[in-house]
């Protein structure tokens, strides 16, 4: 259902607001780029420094932008499955086409509370939902087997992985069968990935180079192994630089020096050191990025 080169969008800020002329451009941009679906509000559009009401907004000028030519998958997870809730029936409400739903942060639910968390959601709102495993930034993974009982729950279409194991994605490729979508979280991982029976990814260096992100991925499935190698490794060290911190902070740079966006993420991210703010600029310079 959900394939392809998605972008983990930006939220692009000016004087501390956000910058609803820019955000409704950068999704023309994807459009106009061969992006096959976009995700406002993930980790790398800042969520859990947005207001109720800002999130809100965020997701409606995506979809009003979006205009129905890409897909929309609107990041409406949360640790409270009261606070999902809530988020994923506006993102329905206002037109979106699925919710991401990153597992419960800080509280650290067992296997049977995540389980029980995704199940609720789906079960209540009858739109699709992609899971989001991210044990880096949730504090804990949701095992293959957890994978597989979620796959037999209505609404839930696939997963985001981000957990950095091409054996773990394996597992839950055998477990899920390939129905279930397996999407990358990690832009490094994307074509081992898709070797493996990935749909696609979920990708932050696409906020910048959408274009190559989505043909690799069209070559890759169109059977041309080497044309989909040779943009991977161009790929690989742009990818390496947009996580030299904490994501979104580098990708957003990227895309203030490149006349994108305004810089600025909000507290407690801050700038860039100046030794990898280097090596960002150097990184750029060689993709002739700038």
């Known amino acids: 259902m959900f394939e392809g080169a998605m972008a983990a969008l930006v939220t692009p800020f000016k004087k501390e607001k956000v910058d609803e002329k820019k955000l409704a451009e950068i999704v023309e941009f994807h459009i106009k780029n061969g992006t096959s679906g976009i995700v406002p509000c993930g980790t790398t559009g800042e969520s859990a420094t947005l207001s109720y009401e800002e999130h809100d907004r965020v997701i409606e000028i995506v979809i009003e932008a979006a205009n129905k030519k890409i897909a929309v998958i609107a990041g409406t997870g949360s640790n409270s499955t009261a606070e999902a809730l809530m988020l994923t029936k506006h993102a329905k409400k206002a037109g979106a086409d699925a919710s991401l739903q990153v597992s419960p942060y800080y509280n650290r639910p067992t296997q049977e509370g995540l389980y029980q968390h995704f199940k609720t959601i789906a079960e209540e709102i009858d739109m699709p939902m992609i899971v989001y495993n991210i044990a880096s930034r949730t504090g804990v993974n ?37 129905k279930f979508d397996l999407i990358s979280g990690d832009d490094a991982l994307t074509l081992p990935l898709l070797s493996i029976g ?93």
């Not at 994978?147 to 279409?157: F, G, T």
């Not at 994501?247 to 966006?261: Q, S």
């Open 142 to 178: 949701i095992e293959p087997e957890t994978m597989q009982r979620l796959s037999k729950v209505r609404n839930i279409a696939g997963v985001k992985e981000s957990s950095g194991s091409l054996e773990q994605m394996s597992r839950i490729r055998y477990l899920c069968g390939d």
């Open 198 to 290: 990935g749909t696609g990814v979920i990708s932050v260096v696409n906020n910048i180079v959408p274009k190559d992100v989505a043909d690799m991925v069209s070559k890759f499935k169109k059977g041309d192994l080497e044309g989909a190698r040779k943009l991977h490794y161009k790929l690989l060290p742009l990818i390496k630089a947009v996580f030299l911190e904490t994501n979104p902070v580098p990708v957003k740079t990227a895309m203030a020096l490149m006349g994108m966006i305004e810089p600025g993420v909000r507290l407690p991210l801050w700038e860039m050191s100046e030794p990898n703010l280097e090596k960002l600029k150097k990184a750029l310079k060689d993709y002739n990025l700038l």
